[in-house]
């Protein structure tokens, strides 16, 4: 039903900005009806919680390890959501997801094919 497709990463030094999308396609529910998400997963530890937006932009959430830093955004007429990392550092190393979760449901339940941010110091 919902396809979410990544781009954006890569490698680069500590200080340094990247950008990743994530193109939301479906065959059912309208990308304003999910709130989208990143998250983030390291060698040897848990996928956590980067940033999530509402479907309107209206509200924001970040992990207190990416706020000032990160930005999350979404455009609704693309069906893309973005996020922005400023000011990379080497624990930011990781595989960044992008994730869906419908408005009436608690469960992130799609997910992009997952990227890989090398940051080195």
């Known amino acids: 039903q919902v396809q979410l497709v990544q781009s954006g990463g890569g490698l680069v030094q500590a200080g340094d900005s990247l950008r990743l999308s994530c193109a939301f396609t479906?065959?059912?529910?309208?990308?304003?009806?999910?709130?989208m998400g990143w998250f983030r997963q390291s060698p040897g530890k848990e996928r956590e919680s980067v940033a999530t937006?509402?479907?309107?932009?209206?509200?924001?959430w970040y992990a207190d390890s990416v706020k000032g830093r990160f930005i999350i955004s979404r455009d609704n007429t693309e069906s893309t959501v973005y996020l922005q990392m400023n000011g990379l550092k080497p624990e930011d190393t990781a595989v960044y997801y992008c994730?869906?979760?419908?408005?009436?449901?608690?469960?992130?339940?799609?997910w992009g094919q997952g990227t890989q941010v090398t940051v080195s110091s």
């Open positions: 994730s869906a979760r419908a408005t009436d449901t608690a469960k992130w339940d799609y």
């Open positions: 479906t065959s059912g529910r309208a990308f304003t009806a999910f709130y």
């Open positions: 937006i509402s479907p309107r932009s209206v509200a924001s």
